[in-house]
Protein backbone atom coordinates (compact mmCIF):
# COMPACT_ATOMS: atom_id res chain seq x y z
CA UNK A 1 0.00 0.00 0.00
CA UNK A 2 1.24 3.34 -0.85
CA UNK A 3 0.65 6.92 0.93
CA UNK A 4 0.80 9.77 -0.83
CA UNK A 5 1.12 13.12 1.50
CA UNK A 6 0.91 16.84 -0.08
CA UNK A 7 2.42 19.65 1.35
CA UNK A 8 3.24 23.37 0.83
CA UNK A 9 -0.16 24.65 0.09
CA UNK A 10 -1.17 27.91 1.69
CA UNK A 11 -2.46 31.59 1.38
CA UNK A 12 -0.08 33.65 -1.40
CA UNK A 13 -1.24 37.07 -3.00
CA UNK A 14 -2.05 37.13 -7.01
CA UNK A 15 1.41 36.95 -9.12
CA UNK A 16 3.46 34.74 -5.85
CA UNK A 17 4.52 31.66 -5.81
CA UNK A 18 4.25 28.54 -4.21
CA UNK A 19 5.92 25.07 -4.42
CA UNK A 20 3.44 21.83 -3.68
CA UNK A 21 5.38 18.51 -3.04
CA UNK A 22 3.74 15.23 -3.32
CA UNK A 23 5.44 12.38 -0.95
CA UNK A 24 4.83 8.60 -1.41
CA UNK A 25 5.52 6.05 1.09
CA UNK A 26 5.85 2.56 0.43
CA UNK A 27 7.36 0.52 -2.65
CA UNK A 28 6.32 1.88 -6.27
CA UNK A 29 6.15 -0.65 -8.97
CA UNK A 30 6.20 -0.78 -12.20
CA UNK A 31 6.52 2.07 -15.05
CA UNK A 32 3.56 5.03 -13.77
CA UNK A 33 2.28 8.38 -13.56
CA UNK A 34 2.27 11.06 -10.75
CA UNK A 35 0.02 14.38 -11.61
CA UNK A 36 -1.34 17.03 -9.63
CA UNK A 37 -5.03 17.48 -10.02
CA UNK A 38 -7.16 20.42 -8.34
CA UNK A 39 -10.42 20.87 -7.14
CA UNK A 40 -12.67 24.66 -6.56
CA UNK A 41 -15.45 24.98 -5.08
CA UNK A 42 -18.39 23.72 -7.40
CA UNK A 43 -16.44 22.50 -10.12
CA UNK A 44 -14.99 19.15 -11.24
CA UNK A 45 -11.43 17.89 -10.14
CA UNK A 46 -9.28 18.83 -13.39
CA UNK A 47 -5.77 17.58 -14.25
CA UNK A 48 -3.35 20.36 -13.69
CA UNK A 49 0.25 18.24 -15.18
CA UNK A 50 1.58 14.62 -15.15
CA UNK A 51 4.81 13.24 -15.00
CA UNK A 52 5.70 9.40 -15.96
CA UNK A 53 8.55 7.70 -14.23
CA UNK A 54 10.47 8.75 -17.17
CA UNK A 55 9.96 11.99 -16.97
CA UNK A 56 7.84 12.69 -19.56
CA UNK A 57 5.94 15.82 -18.33
CA UNK A 58 2.78 17.14 -19.71
CA UNK A 59 0.10 20.07 -18.51
CA UNK A 60 -2.85 21.28 -19.20
CA UNK A 61 -3.81 24.69 -20.97
CA UNK A 62 -4.14 26.62 -17.30
CA UNK A 63 -0.58 25.79 -16.54
CA UNK A 64 1.16 26.14 -19.21
CA UNK A 65 4.17 28.19 -18.67
CA UNK A 66 3.26 29.30 -14.87
CA UNK A 67 3.44 25.71 -13.55
CA UNK A 68 6.32 23.70 -13.81
CA UNK A 69 6.16 19.40 -12.53
CA UNK A 70 9.01 17.60 -11.24
CA UNK A 71 10.29 14.17 -9.59
CA UNK A 72 13.04 13.07 -7.53
CA UNK A 73 12.46 8.95 -8.30
CA UNK A 74 15.12 8.49 -5.31
CA UNK A 75 12.74 10.74 -2.54
CA UNK A 76 9.78 9.09 -4.06
CA UNK A 77 8.49 13.10 -4.52
CA UNK A 78 7.11 14.71 -6.71
CA UNK A 79 6.66 18.29 -6.48
CA UNK A 80 4.90 21.15 -8.75
CA UNK A 81 6.35 24.94 -8.83
CA UNK A 82 3.49 27.50 -9.42
CA UNK A 83 4.34 30.79 -10.87
CA UNK A 84 2.46 33.93 -11.26
CA UNK A 85 -0.32 32.53 -9.62
CA UNK A 86 -3.60 34.39 -10.28
CA UNK A 87 -7.06 33.74 -8.09
CA UNK A 88 -9.04 31.40 -10.38
CA UNK A 89 -6.11 29.06 -9.27
CA UNK A 90 -7.57 28.91 -6.00
CA UNK A 91 -8.40 25.13 -5.08
CA UNK A 92 -7.85 21.90 -3.37
CA UNK A 93 -4.67 20.55 -5.54
CA UNK A 94 -4.28 16.76 -5.15
CA UNK A 95 -1.11 14.55 -5.99
CA UNK A 96 -2.33 11.18 -7.69
CA UNK A 97 -0.15 7.94 -8.46
CA UNK A 98 -1.03 5.58 -11.09
CA UNK A 99 0.24 2.47 -12.74
CA UNK A 100 1.21 2.51 -16.69
CA UNK A 101 2.27 -0.63 -16.45
CA UNK A 102 2.34 -3.31 -13.55
CA UNK A 103 1.47 -6.40 -12.68
CA UNK A 104 -0.72 -5.22 -10.20
CA UNK A 105 -2.30 -2.15 -11.36
CA UNK A 106 -2.80 0.98 -9.08
CA UNK A 107 -4.37 4.50 -8.52
CA UNK A 108 -3.80 6.53 -5.31
CA UNK A 109 -4.95 9.26 -4.39
CA UNK A 110 -3.45 12.27 -1.66
CA UNK A 111 -5.98 13.92 1.10
CA UNK A 112 -5.07 17.44 -0.80
CA UNK A 113 -3.63 20.57 -0.07
CA UNK A 114 -5.31 23.86 0.10
CA UNK A 115 -3.83 26.79 -2.48
CA UNK A 116 -5.52 29.97 -1.58
CA UNK A 117 -4.62 32.78 -4.04
CA UNK A 118 -5.77 36.40 -3.17
CA UNK A 119 -6.15 39.43 -5.21
Known amino acids: QVQLVESGGGLVQAGGSLRLSCAAS????????MGWFRQAPGKERELVAT???????DYADVAKGRFTISRDNAKNTMYLHMNSLKPEDTAVYYC?????????????WGQGTQVTVSS
Open 26 to 33: GRIFGSNA
Open 51 to 57: ITSSGMT
Open 96 to 108: NLKSIVSIRPYNY
